[in-house]
């Protein structure tokens, strides 16, 4: 009895069976998708404030908004994504039919995380589904209130025959993986992305892997203290801090960090008040293994701003580490918590070679006056990141015509937009020769002979080959 | 091992591969090594498989040097960052896409076009600003040699490397850490390579092969279909990984097929096959006596005559072969074309489907429903229907696997892509920090909304547009002067969707606009 097993062959039946293919079928799994975010936004609201007390404001604008704007971007477009793209031709194809056809891989599994437990199910579930394939859910079992509702609810808006949710925690993670599907669609850890490939090669799987690392957040001396306070804080806090592209650490000079200090404390007291834990606009931990991990990372350095705990409420305060080590934990690991610590540095140059030394980050922000050319540029320039954004924080990941995704230890592959629907398709290329032109083709059969040769070279427009058989 | 990745890495590190010129350059090095050498590199290839130089230039030279002409000619557009549309939240920003190096790719090249897939990945790679270590395939040792002698002698010899080693040498390889691997070979390596990349989280290009069917519906024109089956599967003696590797079609056109393909035999090589210049041998013992293993209780149409001292087997068609036998469990790569009779079309598109997604795949008819419904309800790397082989040679079409024939694709752009980050950039500016308000907390209902709006609507690039744009910027002006209840005097009621492109010197315009309607701080 492999009930797992069965649901996975039931999947991958009514795959074979076409049901997916049409437009009018995957349109209407995206109105379901649709459908179901309208009709329960309040229990989606609810199960975010419970998991990670979200704010209503976060819930919307980070949450259903964004995945109602993929659905609805994917229904807009859908019928143009999945058109067959023609190609241009050469000389001895002119009369063929070339073009690319966007299939469906088949059985799709994505794996979503806990952060943004709503957002980063669906985004992917959008483009999974826009492209034709059937799709294993695995959500995170770490926030367990959206888990609930993607595993009872969710269901019932989209064709089951083509849609399962599976649950669990790592050892049934771990036994999903050992079957085989035709995409894996990860989001999580670099860790656990490298357990996911290394299970994926078994089978030959493509995969996307969403995954982390430290985003480091440049900030020049010419700049307005106030406003990149405002604007480092807000994506720093947001979720209490728990985004993969929340700007990770500051870089800047002892000068620079003076200034910043009393905008960021002002910028902090303004968003939160004067007791943050009371402010209905600041998350909190999603579990106490998180939380304890974040506690220890309070030690580091030294505490400018913030610095409170309590474990009761698993709430951190916003904080600010100052006199911070390259070594020490906080600068060891992904933070993923309300806390920033800012390292000195006394040039750009030894800004970008700090950033340089370490791995590829999912984001790298730089913050100056300079905005068009100059410093943000040289830093765009001479490092790499998946994404970039200069004097803002995660701005980048609300253009759908942006791809998303890292690079190096952050990850691999990308979506978003038109970018899911091609990251879920296999481009197939496709040549329709006509039966006609036969004697052009002789030119290839053998046998050989200078002749042939030279006029094969003109057939394929190889000009300029000298070669020496001729 | 470890050195050497190291010193290349170096050599990527210090920048010096990124500048486009420098690109070119080295492309252009590469370009007159193969005109300048071509003896040379024709001599090794032809020895390694037996081939005639004409067949080399053809099938390998010619693609190289189209490759980098294609690659010279475009590379400086596609270096450049592309813009992005827009929303309304960053209508005055540049948002782009700008494609950056990966950093060290590993090359592993095969050894049945020991040349061409080894070098048209090195051409994608050098283009996209990477530096590059090159295992060339040992099996095919007289070119695997030509590389490591005439690439340092044209090549920067820090950034492009050859090492050369068998199967000892390339596990070591692997362990090391690189930004990419692009592998061409079996899908038993391809495994091996991608667990091996997933230790480093290095993404992989796998290029494997597989079983490619060839169906030939009764409505067609069957000489020439026979003629061109013939020169895709008896090219370089069966050993292409896109080769057409089993017929599938009613029982009823066996005969003619077989006979056919027979006369067409004759025709390309003679009466005496083993002389003509323009058959190949197979490459070493282990193939050849693999290859001779799948004629086991076969029933041979025409050909089987092997002769192991010169690796030779003849072209050979098996007919009504039974799918559970030896040949149809595995890719032959070699010149036995099995005929495996089926009824209909139905019963074709049911017997591909039950097997492993092929690299390729070929339909011959006259009926283009018919190659409509083949190509519907199957799925390949690729597709080309009434011929075989061809649809490798357009370089605007991406080549590759899916499934357990590969991942990843690469020809072309493709290639550029394929070796390429393309980074999203968003650049905004430190300024209208008043428009920001909206997204601070403390949070309200109105903020909400207005979060919805602007992430969600979208600007087309007509009068209207611009008239929007004045309205907002008095919004934004607005906000500016921290007037709280904005949506008690904004009628929102404009319908703005539309999926156009933020044209650049809209842009501008836009900004002259805001420029005229904010007044100064």
Avoid at chain 1, 324 to 342: A, K
Wanted: glycine content about 6%.
């Amino acid at each position: 009895m492999d009930p797992l097993g069965d649901t996975l062959r039931r999947l991958r039946e009514a795959f074979h069976a076409g049901r997916t293919r049409p437009a009018e079928f995957r349109a209407a799994q995206l109105q379901g998708l649709g459908r179901f975010l309208q009709e329960n936004k309040q229990l989606l609201h609810d199960a975010l404030a419970q998991d990670l007390h979200k704010s209503a404001f976060e819930s919307e604008v980070s949450e259903v908004a964004i995945s109602q704007g993929e659905v609805t971007l994917a229904l807009r477009n859908l019928r143009a994504w999945m058109k067959d793209e023609r190609v241009p031709k050469n000389l001895a194809t002119q009369l063929d039919s070339a073009f690319i056809r966007k299939e469906p891989f088949g059985l799709v599994l994505i794996i979503a995380p806990w952060n943004y437990p709503l957002n980063l199910t669906l985004v992917p579930l959008v483009g999974a589904l826009a492209a034709g394939n059937c799709v294993v859910l695995k959500p995170s079992e770490i926030s367990k209130n959206v888990e609930k509702i993607l595993a009872e609810v969710l269901p019932q808006y989209v064709d089951q025959s083509c849609f399962a949710v599976v649950l669990g925690g790592p050892q049934e993670t771990g036994q999903l993986l050992e079957h085989r599907f035709d995409y894996i669609f990860f989001t999580g850890s670099p860790r656990v992305g490298k357990i996911v490939m290394t299970a994926a090669a078994k089978h030959l799987t493509p995969v996307t892997l969403e995954l982390g690392g430290k985003n480091p957040c440049y900030v020049d001396d010419n700049c307005d203290p106030q406003t990149v306070a405002n604007r480092v804080a807000w994506f720093r806090y947001f979720n209490a801090g728990q985004t993969c592209v929340a700007p990770d650490y500051v870089l800047c000079s002892p000068e620079m960090q003076e200034r910043l200090l009393p905008a960021l404390q002002s910028t902090i007291t303004r968003f939160y008040g004067d007791d943050p834990q009371s402010s209905p606009n600041l998350g909190r931990i999603i579990n106490q293994k998180q939380f304890q991990r974040l506690r220890a990372l309070l030690g580091c350095g030294r505490v400018a701003i913030g610095g409170q705990s309590d474990e009761s409420d698993r709430y951190i305060a916003p904080t600010v580490l100052v006199d911070v080590q390259e070594m020490e934990p906080v600068m060891q690991e992904e933070i993923f918590g309300p806390i920033l610590p800012i390292v000195n540095v006394q040039s750009l140059d030894e800004a970008i070679e700090f950033i340089n030394r370490r791995e590829k980050p999912l984001a790298l922000y730089a913050f100056s006056n300079s905005s068009q050319v100059g410093v943000v540029k040289r830093v765009l320039t001479q490092t790499s990141s998946g994404g970039f954004c200069g004097n803002d924080g995660f701005m980048h990941m609300t253009l759908a015509s942006l791809p998303f995704g890292g690079v190096g230890a952050s990850g691999m592959g990308r979506y978003h937009g038109k970018f899911s629907f091609d990251t879920f398709s296999h481009h197939r290329a496709c040549l329709l020769r006509s039966p006609g032109m036969e004697k052009l083709n002789a030119l290839r059969y053998p046998p050989q002979s200078p002749r042939r040769l030279r006029m094969l070279l003109v057939a394929m427009e190889a000009q300029g080959c000298s070669c020496t058989l001729l | 091992m470890e050195l050497e990745v190291r010193r290349v890495r170096q050599a990527f590190l210090s920048g010096r591969s990124r500048p486009l010129r420098f690109r070119l350059q080295q492309l252009e090095a590469l370009r007159r090594m193969v005109q300048e050498r071509e003896k040379d590199i024709l001599t090794a290839i032809a020895a390694d498989l037996c081939k005639s130089e004409f067949n080399v230039y053809s099938q390998e030279v010619i693609t190289v040097l189209g490759e980098i002409d294609f690659m010279l000619e475009n590379l400086p557009e596609w270096v450049t960052a592309k813009p992005v549309k827009k929303n309304v939240l960053t209508m005055l920003d540049e948002a782009y896409i700008q494609p950056q190096p990966l950093g060290v790719v590993l090359i592993i090249g095969a050894w049945n076009y020991p040349f061409v897939l080894t070098i048209q990945p090195l051409i994608g790679a050098i283009a996209a600003g990477n530096a590059v270590i090159i295992k060339p395939s040992e099996l095919s040792e007289n070119t695997a040699k030509i590389l490591a002698k005439l690439l340092p002698q044209y090549l920067d010899q820090d950034l492009y490397i050859v090492i050369n080693g068998g199967v000892e040498e390339t596990t070591e390889l692997l362990k090391q850490r690189f930004d990419h691997i692009f592998y061409t070979g079996n899908t038993a390596v391809g495994k091996i390579v991608m667990e091996a990349a997933a230790k480093h989280l290095t993404p992989v290009t796998l290029e494997l092969g597989g079983k490619s069917p060839c169906y030939i519906d009764k409505d067609c024109d069957l000489d020439i279909v026979c003629r061109r089956i013939t020169w895709g599967k008896y090219m370089n003696c069966g050993q292409t990984c896109i080769a057409p590797d089993y017929i599938l079609c009613e029982a009823s056109l066996q005969n003619q097929i077989v006979w056919k393909i027979k006369e067409t035999v004759k025709e390309f090589y003679g009466e005496n096959i083993k002389e003509s210049p323009d058959y190949e041998r197979i490459i070493n013992l282990r193939h050849f006596k693999r290859i001779l293993s799948l004629l086991e209780g076969q029933k041979i149409a025409f050909g089987g005559e092997t002769d192991e001292a010169t690796r030779y087997i003849a072209p050979t068609v098996l007919t009504d072969v039974d799918p559970k036998t030896k040949v149809m469990q595995e890719e032959i790569f070699g010149p036995i074309l099995p005929i495996v009779p089926v009824k209909n079309v139905d019963e074709a598109i049911n017997f591909i489907n039950e097997r492993e997604k092929p690299l390729a795949l070929y339909v011959f008819s006259h009926n283009h429903k018919l190659i409509k419904r083949m190509i519907d309800e199957t799925s390949s790397g690729g597709v080309t229907g009434n011929d075989v082989i061809m649809h490798f040679t357009l370089n605007s079409f991406p080549f590759g696997g899916v499934g357990s024939s590969g991942m990843g694709a690469y020809h072309g752009k493709h290639s550029f892509d394929t070796f390429s980050h393309q980074r999203p950039c968003l650049l905004k500016s430190l300024k209208r920090e008043g428009a920001n308000k909206l997204r601070y907390p403390p949070n309200s209902q109105s903020k909400v909304d207005w979060g919805k709006f602007f992430l969600l609507k979208r600007f087309n690039k007509e009068k209207l547009g611009l008239l929007l744009l004045t309205f907002l910027g008095i919004v934004a002006a607005v906000l500016v002067k921290e007037v709280s209840s904005v949506s008690a005097w904004l009628p929102i009621v404009w319908d703005v969707r539309s999926p156009c492109a933020w044209p650049p010197h809209l842009g501008s315009e836009a900004r002259l606009c805001l420029a005229a309607t904010t007044s100064r701080k």
